[in-house]
């Protein structure tokens, strides 16, 4: 069976590939470009614009990440990791942590102690393997006023020689895996949803690239891959997971996911150990001895834009 | 073509020496430091009940190690107890607290050990290493000390749901001048083409 497969879509790939040079290369009358274009057009249909050669036919009818069974997951993370090795001459090893039971995962940043250096989005960038070139940022830092925490005034492109300044205070934001999340409500083919330890995720494959979802997230989380990610090869992180810090396709939405390759076997996010002022916390919220927890439980803890009840997992705190 | 070689000469006797200039106080400062891992062990406390099982709070020791004290402050001679303008590798010490700065009784013994300034001194009178600096600094900054125990004030890395590292007060804390230094940011976002 599996033979008869890949030798259908052998065919396949040269029938078109042929069609296109025929078209687009040798076709010199009106006549034959007409009779050609139909066959072209159906071939379209068929198979996706642009790398023809690079979309095999397991891709194209991969179907979305909830349906796979443990056996397509293993082709399919063999296949990304072969095609990852072409395209950027890196060896890396794709997994798939599951969520843990009995964990529902909360962030908290400490205001009082942030100061602004950006060193999390530093770490965060090499870690989950974002574009450089066209840039990608999954944390933006923003900076306010004091006494004021108007979005619309604040100043994400502050560049100080030393931070902080006398009469700032600074806010990093990146996805806040909203425990009601409109970005999953706003995806037209559900290529994104909440995991049971709260993390939201996205199917980089299962994505149609319409961006509803960036519209729809109120806190500017979700950023787009206009172009294919340049990476320097020295600087991707090797150790990838399906849902999260993969080198994304082109065209598809990305965001951040708590690093959850990282935290799903029990290590903390590489924004906060990349922290020097230990402004960040992240833990359990179930376990009502956790830090976060407590922190809960005793600082004046706030979210961001509560009126719109997307109630964050993402909690900022004074003390 | 003899010059080159010369120059080579010159280049290996110089760096054999530059070698030798690093490695020979490294070798004494070796040889001191038996001394001072045996006293600590004799100094520690008995058990660390103020930290979660199974976390590690990171220790000062090996960072001071090249910056003993008692290499000039040796003997009881060596002690000066008055209050006086700190002088030579001292001048960058703030006052902490500085609204204590014209108090006389508030000096150098008021943490450290007398006469040992390798050791720090609780208000008991108990002698503690450097590594234990946070049952010092607690003395005064309680909140700090309780939520640093709750991992709430502090850096922990490691695991969530394991074995963590704790940074002590005085990693992040120069215990000399304990205001957090201002940081170079990383560069900010490009700005979008238009």
Redesign the interface.
Known sequence: MKFVKSTFSEKMKKRVGALVDKVLGKSSSRRSFLKQLGLVVGGLALAPSKPLQAMSWQEFFQKNYKELTPQDKKEIFKRLERQTKEKYGVDVTIGDPPPMDGVEYGYFLNLSKCNGNRKCVEACVKENNQSRDPQIQYITVLEFENGDMNFNKSNKYYNPDLVPEKGKFYVPISCQQCHNPPCVKACPVEATWKEKDGIVVIDYNWCIGCRYCQAACPYEARKFNFATPKIPAEEINPKQAYLSNRIRPKGVMEKCTFCLQRVREGRYPACLEACPTGARKFGNLLDPKSEVSQILREKRVLVLKEELGTQPRFYYYFD | MANRMRRKKVFFVSLFLGMGLILIPLYFAQGAEPKSAESQKSTQAPSNTDVPPGDEVIKRTRSLEMYPCHECHAGPADYNSHKRELTKEHTDFVSHPTQRKEDPAYGCQSCHQEKRYDRLRLATGEEITFNEAYRLCGQCHGTQLE?WK?????????????AGKI?SCTS?HPAHSPQ?K??????????PRR
Do not use: E, M
Request: net charge positive; with cysteine; charged share 25%.
């Open positions: 939520d709750k991992n709430i004030h502090g850096r922990r890395t490691g695991f969530w749901n394991g940074d992040c957090f201002p940081l170079k940011p990383f560069p900010p976002p490009l700005k």
